[in-house]
Each structure stands twice: as C-alpha cells, then as structure tokens.
C-alpha cells in the first residue's frame, strides 16, 4: 500500500509557523550572546547574521579596529561552527587556501599521493583583508563559494556543511591591494559596511575590554539547528507585491531599463544573483525581527547592501563625486513612491 501525502495547506502552514516560533527564540538567544561581546553595531551584527541564515557569504568593508575580527570569530563561537581565518597576503598561493597534494611513501616503499585540505574545509572561513591577496588566489575561493567543493589536483573534494565565507577590506588603504573580480563580488550576498561606533557604544568598547578580563561568547546553537533555519527561510512565504518591488528594483539599477538616473550614472548593474540574494535577505530579516513573511519595507532597508558592490558608475558619474549609494537611494526612493 503506498504512502498518502498530506496536502492539507492549513496544516503545512502551521508546521512552519511552529517551526518559525522555535527558529525566533533561537535567534533572539544569538542576538543577544553577541550583544555581550560586540557593543553597538546593530545594522552590522543584522546584516551579517542576515547573510549567514540566507545561507550565503558577507564582505565587511571598514576601516581597521572596527571589531570586524572580532564579530566572525563570535558569530562562530555562538552559531557552532567550525572556524578559520586566513590572513590575504601578495604571496598567498592557491595552494595556502585549498590543500594541496603531497607524496607518502609507505614501508614497502610504495609510493602514493594524499590530499592535504587547506583551511578553508570549515564552515565559517574569515578572509581577512581579502583584496590583498593576487587575482590567481582570489580565484581559489570562486569555485567553493558558488558550488561549496573545490578541485585540486581533479579531484573534486567537498567542503563542510554549512559553509559561509565572510570577508573583510579596508575601504582607504588601497597600496598593494588588488580590486576584487566582480564574479568574485557577485557572489557575496552582502556588502555590509562598518561605521564607527556610537558614542555610548564606544564608551562601553573602553570599559569593558580594557580590564583584566574580557568576556567570552558562549554556543547558542548547532550546525545542523542552523542549517533547519536556513531551510526554514527558504520556505517561507513571499508576497507577489514583494516579489514585484524586487523585480522593479533590480531591474531599475541596470542601465537601458527605463531609468533616467541609472542610465546616465551607472556602467553595469546587478544580473539575476541580485534578485536570488534579495529574496533570500528579505525572508531572513522577517524571521530576524519576528515576523512570518517579508515586506517591502525589508527590500527597501536591504537595496544597498544587497546591490552595491553589484553596481559600477561611469566616469563622468564618479568625476562629479557620486557614489553607488546615491543612485541606490534615488532607486529606493522610486519604490517607495508606488
């Protein structure tokens, strides 16, 4: 006799909502074992996570000292993840990333190759001052953040699950870097900029990290709990309307679309992957701020991060001393109008 699915969508929706009801909890416990350790920060900390429970990567762009470190290192103490941080040097090789193959020779004198992983087969990998490192060893990580296994040697070697890159870049120094590939870029779900702190932030960064002790984060969650959220997203509902505003707003940021501003400031805009990430973001920061389905409200807060490193201005537009995020928030502007 087979088996008779339940197609009952009343109770599929109630499983979800029960599923997002213990999915809150679990994200208000992260929230604030962060809030013990990373004072301030808010949108950073949010936009982060956000990146992490849509199952994707985050590159924080800031200025040095802005505990960009600090906050990788504590999502993966809190969120249970494996960790390692790579340092993006101009002599870093592929081979320092991924592994590489060494020869063994056993006592009978055979001899065979045997594959040493590299630090990226974690699941939480810091790429710290990504842009310093040469075009040939950014390529290394294309592959493993795209299709989650890398090739060495032509053998296909799968990385562990889940696995999330979060990269940082200094904005100002710029001697001896190399510019990220925009397929490289493309591929992180986020662009989150780091601001400096608040005043009572930062009057709380002094008191608390200059004594003799310094506190700790402690695990909130597993791997396989975050991975069922991250599943949980992705069944999560989305409005025709939201889905419209998405459609609108990224197609509206590629030049030869209808838009005035777009077609006189931008170069090349966002493809398809900026849609993809968008849908995804939104449905994390419903579930991030309680709610069971996204707005639009969330397209309009999550525009910038979601497209700005997806977008280039011509020359004229960067001569006269704009930036991406300005014709961004015109194109926000125009959703909010309809």
Not at 59 to 69: Q, S
Not at 197 to 205: G, T
Not at 253 to 276: F, I, K, M, S
Request: charge should be negative.
């Amino acid at each position: 006799m087979g088996v008779v699915e339940n197609t009952d969508p009343a109770l599929d929706e109630k499983a979800v909502i029960e599923t997002a009801e213990a999915a809150l909890d679990d994200i208000a416990s992260i929230r604030r074992e962060i809030g013990t350790v990373i004072f301030g920060q808010q949108n950073v900390v949010e936009q982060t996570i956000l990146a992490v429970l849509s199952g994707g990567h985050a590159l924080l762009v800031g200025v040095p000292g802005l505990a960009k470190t600090k906050l990788v290192g504590t999502l993966g103490t809190v969120l249970g993840l494996t960790d390692n941080r790579i340092q993006f040097t101009p002599d870093l090789m592929p081979s320092d990333i991924l592994g590489s193959e060494v020869m063994d020779q056993d006592a009978d004198g055979k001899r065979s190759f045997r594959f040493v992983a590299g630090p990226i087969f974690t699941q939480l990998l810091m790429a710290d001052e990504i842009n310093r490192a040469s075009p040939r060893t950014q390529s290394a990580l294309l592959q493993a953040m795209q299709e989650y296994h890398v090739t060495v040697a032509g053998t296909h070697h799968n990385l562990p699950e889940p696995f999330h890159v979060l990269a940082t870049q200094n904005p100002l120094e710029q001697e001896g870097t190399y510019p990220l590939p925009e397929a490289q870029l493309d591929r992180f779900l986020m662009q989150v900029d780091v601001l400096y702190p608040e005043l009572e932030a930062e009057r709380r960064i002094l008191l608390e990290t200059t004594g003799l002790e310094e506190k700790q984060a402690a695990p909130v969650i597993t791997a396989s709990r975050l991975q069922e959220i991250q599943a949980l997203v992705r069944r999560m509902p989305v409005s025709e309307n939201v889905i419209d505003a998405i459609l609108k707003l990224v197609r509206s940021a590629r030049p030869g679309n209808g838009n005035e501003a777009t077609d006189r400031h931008v170069a090349w805009g966002p493809g398809p992957r900026a849609g993809q990430a968008m849908m995804l973001c939104v449905r994390a920061r419903a579930l991030y701020d309680g709610r069971l389905a996204p707005s639009v409200d969330d397209v309009r807060a999550l525009a910038e991060p979601v497209l700005q490193h997806r977008m280039a201005l011509t020359f004229a537009a960067r001569a006269e001393g704009m930036h991406v995020r300005d014709v961004i928030a015109g194109l926000v502007t125009d959703l909010s109008g309809d």
